[in-house]
């Protein structure tokens, strides 16, 4: 083999091998986490936790939470070491929590089940003996503050919604007039007179 076909075959092996490279860290939104699917059911003992009332928008509940994840708080615990200081995992198999689609997929009782008792088969180890249950709900409020900034669960709706809304009603949908005899809609009815008879 001469020398530029040799060199043509060594920069093709390298740029293969960059590649493969970028595939296993995932490259990109995701972060390497596979597929983006639901997380199973909190077990019953965690399925009717959630955060405590005012913690979603409270800005010392959420500094306390940055000072757990860090390690500043307590020096047996940092969650920076493995998901990194900005949220961008630095471990691989480490949840991105940058990660908006994937994480709106985690309820507040998820979150905190996964945090309290680790997750089989990773190097998510349970952290509720290193934690008391205020401490962990702290981190879910910090960790939920990147892709999910401004939100909070609602656990009538199911789902992540602007913070200060959960448990708000939704507005009812207007009923539309039942159609009359031969599929017409039939007229809507006189509304209602103002207050004062006006």
Same mark, same amino acid.
């Given at each position: 083999m001469?020398?530029?076909?040799?060199m043509?075959?060594?920069t093709?092996?390298?740029?293969?091998?960059i590649?493969?490279?970028f595939?296993?860290?995932?490259?990109?939104?995701?972060?390497? /986490?596979?597929?983006v699917v639901?997380?199973?059911?909190?077990?019953a003992?965690?399925?009717?936790?959630?955060? &405590?009332a005012?913690?979603?928008?409270?800005? +010392?509940?959420?500094?306390e939470?940055?000072?757990l994840?860090?390690g500043?708080?307590? &020096?047996?615990?940092?969650?920076?070491?493995?998901?990194?200081?900005?949220? +961008?995992?630095?471990?691989?198999?480490?949840?991105?929590?940058? $990660?908006?689609e994937?994480?709106?997929?985690?309820?507040?009782?998820?979150?905190?089940?996964?945090?309290?008792?680790g997750?089989? $088969?990773?190097?998510?180890k349970?952290w509720?003996?290193?934690?008391?249950? /205020?401490?962990?709900? +702290?981190?879910v409020?910090?960790?939920r503050?990147?892709?999910l900034?401004?939100?909070?669960?609602?656990?009538?709706?199911?789902?992540?919604?602007?913070?200060?809304?959960?448990?708000?009603?939704?507005?009812?949908?207007?009923?539309?007039?039942? &159609?009359?005899?031969g599929?017409?809609?039939?007229?809507?009815?006189?509304a209602?007179?103002?207050?004062g008879? +006006?």
């Open positions: 001469n020398r530029t076909a040799w043509k075959a060594m093709m092996v390298g740029a293969v091998t590649g493969f490279g595939a296993g860290c995932g490259g990109g939104e995701g972060g390497g /986490e596979g597929p639901a997380p199973p059911p909190p077990p003992e965690y399925a009717d936790k959630h955060m &405590p005012g913690w979603w928008a409270d800005d +010392k509940i959420v500094e939470g940055r000072q994840y860090i500043a708080k307590n &020096p047996d615990v940092n969650c920076a070491s493995c998901h990194g200081k900005d949220g +961008k995992p630095v471990k691989a198999g480490a949840r991105d929590f940058r $990660n908006t994937r994480m709106k997929l985690y309820s507040d009782s998820v979150w905190f089940w996964r945090i309290s008792e997750v089989p $088969n990773t190097k998510m349970p509720k003996s290193k934690l008391s249950e /205020e401490d962990r709900w +702290k981190l409020a910090f960790e503050t990147w892709g900034k401004g939100q909070e669960w609602d656990g009538a709706k199911k789902a992540w919604v602007p913070v200060g809304s959960a448990g708000a009603a939704a507005p009812a949908p207007a009923e539309a007039p039942a &159609p009359a005899a599929g017409a809609a039939a007229p809507a009815a006189p209602a007179p103002a207050a008879g +006006k």
